[in-house]
């Protein structure tokens, strides 16, 4: 059997290190004075386990909203003898100055700082203590360390000094980086000389400048003999810049695009001097830019054949001149990338699937702006047409939204893209663990954004899952989240559907552990208040009916959430309901049916035992509304509370045994052979009505239930009913001579079912599959109306979406 995409578990390195920073007071560290987080003695790390450790632990701040962050951790490396730390990579405002600080006597070789817009100019100072080691250097999007805090600029007084602006710190230097060989400024700010900062790195080999103005380009020159790779995204090219940068004989990555618009036009002349000068480049970035002169061979020129790597066949005359196929060559935004014959192995374009995605991971770390475009291209590919690389797919928008936790239109296109990535045709070749990966970026989204779009989204991508199966792994938190949507008096009503059905799809067939759980979350109160605007509103939609069938399926066997259903005037919402929509069944069905719980109950069913709701019930009984489900859930509501006894019954009006009458006459108006709407998870509060004689009502209610769901559904009724010693307690009814002889003439009939089925187990092939059928649809209390509307609602709302 294949393995599903993505289905590679995680390294026991990677499990050990998560458990590890999960647990670290339980495995390397202790709580020492005033409580600071200590290494224990006799623990030494070496840079392999070190490096994991700080570079997970941020992974875990970024994506895990359990994961707590621990102060002090990066004072756990600050002692060389006991740690090592070599490589590292830090992100987002979550860094301090005195996290870099704490491992300032490491001897780092590569450190990546990428938009941690927290640190200052002291971190600056910092960085000199990794002089004599550090080979490697990204500095991307910190523009604040360059900035020290007060004091004038160099340029200007006092008085004159803009509010929003703060002095450029001048002490800094690069001076004893001996070592260093890449370096990324990318983001520099303009007020900092490029050209004084960069002198004292003549051993340079790589250099991002990505937005970094340079007005004069001469001092590239100085690496002349050495520099591989030059990152010059969205600087102003110049004629000057360009012939600089052609003069570097020796760069085997140059990458001039840029994302916004520019008066500088690329053309044949400036392609062709790129390619004859850089003899060594393998690969080239030229996104963005318009050319002013056309580059390519005419149509019918272009060589025959399929498309071709190969340079003396390319459609781009420039690179006709060629030695060999670049390796990568960045066409993004240009209609370079629409020609046939292109010499690159890997190409980022707009053209076919494969240029979307190249450029999803060329561009995802250091130009959101770019994915963001090219995810939402990818969107289109998996709406409109097929995704025929899912999993790299799915990979890199999982990436991306990581990557860019905080960046709102990153995280808007790609919980977009994961709704039809995830869908029913791509499901089967999806892996548990690719699905859990999905899940914790679409929840991340919930939690970082409020806005009505991103939340619509992924409350839609979740539709996709199996629910509450595939969502387990997470339930409290998603719970919360969708809690938390629904919180708002006035909500987006798109939102306020899903939501709701996801609220009411988790509560569905869990145990009462997890329905105890989200009940203390409030969500009993959560969808009360729901039912309260509704009805202000005077309006019964889905939202309605789904939230009295969530409240339906949440009661199920747990006193708790009944308790809390009273508490909260959930009665009062009952009649009110009752009154302002009588001719709505399906609202009638879940209301009784959440009554139910509530009446199973022995301690609450006092709180119903008024002449008011106990005639509200009764005529419920006469309800012909969705077959037989309404009046049989007012039966069973009043069988309940028959079985306390006429000691319980304390009211003149109406009589007890009025009502008993009432019920048995639409007992007896049922047709045994219904198909019902509803699951069972247990026949326990029914099997209590059995073997007494306090109710002889209540008996033949319960009889009859038994009786309809072993003939309608034996393969899944009659294992149940044995298995809960039904069997037994049917005998005593036989044995008890109060029992009514219609009741013990079912009890027979029940039995003489269940006996059939363990003698013939095996079904004809279509009562299997129609059963299966009714099990897959019905899988909560609440009616298969309800799943199918949602499914509808799903496709509607997403229209949404296409408006991105």
Not at 157 to 178: L, Y
Not at 406 to 433: C, H, M, P, W
Not at 439 to 451: D, T
Not at 472 to 496: C, M, T, W
Request: glycine letters at 4%; one cysteine or more; charged letters at 25%.
């Amino acid at each position: 059997m294949a393995a599903k995409a993505g289905d590679n578990p995680d390294s026991l390195m990677a499990l050990t290190t998560a458990f590890c920073l999960r647990n670290l007071r339980r495995t390397m560290c202790y709580l020492g004075e005033r409580n600071n987080l200590c290494l224990r003695s006799d623990v030494f790390l070496p840079s392999e386990i070190c490096d994991k450790l700080v570079n997970t632990y941020m992974e875990l701040v970024h994506t895990d909203s359990n994961f707590e962050p621990q102060d002090g951790f990066f004072q756990l490396f600050s002692d060389p003898h006991s740690t090592r730390l070599t490589r590292v990579q830090l992100r987002e405002d979550f860094v301090r100055d005195r996290d870099l600080e704490a491992i300032g006597k490491q001897d780092l070789i590569e450190l990546h700082l990428t938009y941690c817009n927290n640190l200052s100019a002291h971190t600056l100072r910092t960085l000199t203590r990794f002089r004599q080691t550090l080979v490697s250097l990204s500095l991307f999007g910190c523009s604040r360390i360059f900035y020290r805090k007060g004091g004038a600029p160099l340029a200007c007084d006092e008085e004159e000094r803009p509010a929003s602006r703060q002095a450029p710190d001048t002490d800094f230097s690069f001076q004893g980086f001996n070592r260093l060989r890449l370096l990324n400024l990318g983001g520099l700010p303009e007020e900092v000389d490029a050209e004084a900062l960069l002198k004292p790195l003549p051993a340079l080999t790589s250099l991002d400048l990505s937005g970094v103005p340079l007005p004069k380009a001469a001092f590239l020159a100085q690496w002349k003999g050495r520099l591989a790779s030059l990152v010059l995204y969205n600087v102003d090219l110049s004629e000057e810049l360009i012939n600089t940068v052609v003069e570097l004989g020796h760069l085997r990555h140059l990458d001039i695009s840029r994302e916004r618009s520019s008066k500088f036009k690329m053309t044949r002349k400036i392609l062709t001097a790129i390619v004859q000068g850089l003899v060594n480049l393998v690969s080239l970035d030229i996104s963005g830019h318009i050319m002013l002169d056309n580059c390519t061979v005419p149509h019918f020129e272009e060589a025959m054949g399929r498309p071709s790597i190969e340079p003396c066949k390319s459609s781009i005359y420039p690179f006709q001149e060629l030695k060999r196929p670049l390796q990568f060559l960045g066409l993004y935004n240009t209609t370079l990338c629409n020609v046939t014959h292109i010499p690159a192995y890997k190409v980022t374009g707009s053209k076919n699937e494969d240029q979307v995605l190249n450029a999803i991971e060329a561009y995802t770390e250091f130009r959101p702006e770019l994915a963001h475009r090219a995810i939402n291209q990818l969107f289109d590919i998996a709406r409109i047409q097929h995704c025929s690389e899912l999993l790299r797919a799915l990979q890199l928008v999982i990436a991306a939204l990581k990557c860019h936790k905080y960046d709102k239109s990153i995280q808007v296109t790609g919980s977009a893209a994961l709704f039809y990535l995830t869908n029913t045709e791509y499901r089967s070749d999806q892996s548990v663990r690719l699905r859990r990966q999905v899940i914790q970026v679409v929840l991340n989204g919930m939690e970082q954004y409020q806005e009505v779009t991103v939340q619509r989204n992924c409350c839609l991508t979740l539709c996709n899952f199996s629910i509450p199966e595939e969502l387990e792994f997470q339930y409290g938190r998603v719970n919360l989240l969708l809690l938390k949507i629904l919180e708002p008096a006035r909500q987006d009503e798109s939102i306020q559907r899903i939501a709701v059905h996801l609220c009411n799809a988790l509560v569905c067939q869990v145990d009462n552990h997890h329905k105890e759980a989200v009940g203390k979350m409030g969500f009993v109160k959560t969808m009360l208040n729901l039912i309260q605007k509704k009805l202000q509103d005077r309006m019964c939609d889905q939202v309605m009916e789904f939230s009295w069938s969530a409240l339906w399926n949440i009661t199920d066997e747990t006193p708790d959430n009944c308790q809390m259903f009273l508490n909260c005037k959930g009665m009062s919402l009952f009649l009110d309901c009752l009154k302002e929509f009588p001719d709505k069944q399906e609202l009638h069905r879940n209301m009784l049916g959440l009554l139910g719980n509530v009446a199973e109950v022995r301690a609450l069913r006092p709180q119903l035992l008024t002449p008011q709701f106990i005639s509200v019930f009764s005529n419920l009984l006469d309800s012909k509304a969705d077959g037989i489900e309404v009046s049989y859930n007012a039966c069973g509501v009043l069988s309940h509370i028959m079985f306390d006894g006429p000691e319980a019954w304390a009211m003149e009006e109406p009589l007890r045994d009025t009502v008993m009458d009432k019920m048995m006459d639409a007992i007896q108006s049922w047709d045994v052979t219904s198909r019902r709407n509803i699951n069972y998870r247990s026949f326990e509060p029914i099997l209590r009505l059995l073997p007494q004689s306090i109710a002889t009502v209540s008996q033949h209610w319960a009889t009859w239930a038994l009786f309809n769901l072993v003939s309608v559904y034996p393969s899944k009724y009659c294992p149940l009913l044995i298995k809960e010693g039904g069997i037994v307690l049917l005998e005593k009814v036989l044995e008890l001579q109060t029992s009514r002889e219609e009741t013990k003439d079912m009890a027979r009939k029940v039995m003489e079912q269940c006996e059939n089925f363990k003698e013939d187990p095996m079904e004809t092939t279509s009562t299997c599959i129609q059963q299966a059928l009714d099990e897959g649809l019905s899988q909560d209390r609440h009616l298969q109306s309800s799943l199918k509307k949602a499914i509808v609602l799903n496709c509607v709302f997403f229209f949404f979406l296409l408006l991105l």
